[in-house]
């Protein structure tokens, strides 16, 4: 049973940083796929950075320069080092995964596992 828990959410003005982590469990494969996902009110859920188990990223283009997503060496936890915030940035992150990436790594159906979310709120 694959459970991913996020933290690092907060309040923070434009122009600051944040770094977000995503706790996972219950599965031994190294082989996942990991992504970041937010959906600020209204929108729909968004792909923001994907990570393959070979340590390839791929990055939405409204935060490709500002964005980091990494991994820890025993690919249990998941990071987004979120730089040069923007009010826009606001919205609910959240990780998931899937056994292998895929093409379309920034829809939400390619993903079998999701965390709880953690909020962002940049002003």
């Known amino acids: 049973h694959v459970q991913l828990v996020e933290s690092g959410g907060g309040s923070v003005q434009a122009g600051g940083s944040l770094r977000l982590s995503c706790t996972a469990s219950?599965?031994?494969?190294?082989?996942?796929?990991m992504g970041w996902f937010r959906q600020a009110p209204g929108k729909e859920r968004e792909g923001v950075a994907v990570?393959?188990?070979?340590?390839?990223?791929s990055y939405a283009d409204s935060v490709k320069g500002r964005f980091t997503i990494s991994q820890d060496n025993a690919k249990t936890t998941l990071y987004l080092q979120m730089n040069s915030l923007k009010p826009e940035d606001t919205a609910v992150y959240y990780c998931?995964?899937?056994?292998?990436?895929?093409?379309?790594?920034?829809?939400?159906?390619?993903?079998?596992?999701w965390g709880q979310g953690t909020q962002v709120t940049v002003s």
């Open positions: 998931a995964a899937v056994i292998q990436c895929r093409a379309d790594w920034n829809e939400t159906g390619t993903y079998n596992y």
């Open positions: 219950g599965y031994t494969s190294s082989s996942f796929c």
């Open positions: 990570i393959d188990s070979d340590g390839v990223t």
